[in-house]
């Protein structure tokens, strides 16, 4: 069911004083929002079930609520099951509580202006793909709730296929520069630009808990910060929420399709996901992440089993603090000792860069086709052929380089098509031996090489970062 349309939806206000019989009943208009939500559902928390702001509800087949009755004057109010989601006034500011006093035989229409946790005097920058998953979703095992966004291609809609997933921390920070704390990622505009070439994925964003957000995205005790609950943190994103989001939508749930990302503390918890559940979480970004916070990750980092299939991509600024290039350095040394090869690390660090969401927006679009979701540059597609007979260097990259191998039997064709539209980009000829550096491929986005020669015919997909 989505909310915040300009439909009618009848709820039932809970009462734990039941006397006598009659029939009374509510009705709740909620004005048109910036935000659907998938899977939120109306709650009345009142003086009747202790003020639970998730307090249980249930429709009958009517969508018509029943109130029981009660003596007095029931007090209530509106949320979508958390107290951070209530209804406020039309310019978002607490309302006084409803005030109900029962009558046999009436129906009580109420109207909710706007919702305190999506109001902003600013103008909302997301784009109409970023939804709410849930505003209450259960954060086992902290036994609290925290709203979850989810950002679902344009087309998801328009087929029947089945898309990487991202997951990413921070979830406050990634759509909507109205609704962020320190600015915004623009994930959803840059996945926009990303779907031309059908590269785009599901993007899963996890509000972070304010004063709890040390503890969650820190797997270990800090003696100043504290914190270390970051291992309860990361099951809640392997057992709760990965199975959840997989079993609700079309999804490719193979690590190499689940990538998961974030910055600072958000980084540090993103690697250690990663290397604690190699087999769920495929590509890795970590942006400027919070290394200095214990050196218990290094006994972690040398436990783990390296996978093959996993890649990661580390970016920061070179002046963030003194500690950060080294820091970084340091664990890639100690994945390359676990077995990670360089081929599956990519380390940039930015002269200009800076502790900040300005810095990891404009990183996150490199990041993201490197991080190749898809799978496109680690298949290729041989046709009638036992042999390579050429190679895609440095992809994904700016400047991707083909290298025409020396058993090549003779000159032939190279053939360069634009992956989603399957427009042709350039043809020539070749010889064994020749490498031809794409510089001339202006826009960014997956392409497919056909090597023809005779019957013989051989394709490599890449991809070419702006």
């Not at 006034?89 to 109900?100: F, Q, V």
């Not at 580390?314 to 003194?322: H, K």
């Not at 970084?328 to 200009?352: F, P, R, W």
Request: glycine letters at 6%; hydrophobic letters at 35%; proline letters at 5%.
């Amino acid at each position: 069911m989505t909310l915040f349309k300009n439909i009618y939806i009848l709820m039932f206000i809970s009462s734990c004083c039941v006397a006598g019989y009659g029939q009374m009943y509510i009705k709740i208009h909620v004005k048109p929002n910036t935000f659907s939500a998938i899977f939120d559902t109306l709650h009345i928390p009142s003086n009747n079930n202790n003020w639970d702001p998730g307090a249980f509800s249930k429709f009958n087949e009517s969508n018509i609520y029943e109130i029981p009755k009660f003596s007095g004057i029931m007090e209530y109010k509106v949320t979508r099951g958390t107290w951070n989601a209530v209804e406020g006034n039309a310019t978002g500011k607490d309302i006084s509580n409803r005030t109900l006093n029962y009558k046999e035989a009436d129906t009580v229409l109420i109207e909710v202006e706007t919702w305190k946790d999506i109001y902003s005097s600013a103008a909302h920058t997301a784009k109409k793909e970023v939804k709410i998953l849930k505003s209450d979703f259960p954060l086992t095992p902290f036994n609290k709730k925290r709203r979850i966004w989810i950002y679902l291609p344009e087309r998801y809609g328009a087929d029947d296929d089945k898309f990487p997933v991202l997951y990413m921390h921070d979830g406050q920070n990634l759509f909507d520069r109205a609704l962020s704390f320190a600015g915004e990622w623009q994930v959803d505009e840059a996945m926009s630009v990303i779907s031309k070439d059908n590269l785009d994925c599901i993007v899963v964003g996890i509000d972070n808990g304010g004063t709890d957000r040390i503890d969650e995205y820190t797997p270990y005790k800090n003696p100043k910060y504290n914190g270390g609950k970051g291992e309860d943190y990361t099951e809640f994103l392997v057992k709760t929420l990965k199975p959840f989001i997989d079993q609700h939508f079309r999804t490719l749930p193979e690590p190499e399709h689940t990538g998961i990302a974030g910055s600072s503390l958000g980084g540090l918890i993103s690697f250690y996901s990663a290397i604690k559940y190699p087999n769920i979480f495929g590509k890795v970004g970590v942006f400027s992440p919070s290394f200095w916070y214990s050196d218990s990750l290094i006994a972690d980092v040398k436990a783990y089993v390296a996978n093959p299939n996993q890649k990661f991509y580390f970016v920061a600024g070179q002046n963030e603090d003194e500690d950060m290039v080294p820091d970084i350095e340091k664990y890639i040394n100690l994945l390359n000792n676990a077995g990670v090869s360089n081929s599956q690390i990519y380390k940039l660090i930015k002269q200009d860069g800076q502790h900040s969401e300005w810095f990891w927006a404009r990183e996150f679009p490199a990041a993201f086709n490197w991080l190749d979701l898809w799978g496109i540059t680690s298949k290729s597609n041989k046709i009638n052929t036992p042999i390579n007979y050429f190679s895609v260097l440095q992809s994904p990259s700016q400047i991707p380089i083909i290298v025409i191998n020396s058993n090549l039997p003779g000159k032939s064709t190279l053939i360069i098509s634009n992956l989603s539209t399957g427009k042709m980009i350039s043809q020539q000829n070749v010889m064994p031996g020749d490498t031809i550096q794409f510089e001339r491929i202006n826009r960014a986005g997956a392409y497919s090489a056909t090597l023809q020669y005779q019957d013989l015919k051989q394709t490599i997909k890449f991809v070419k970062l702006n």
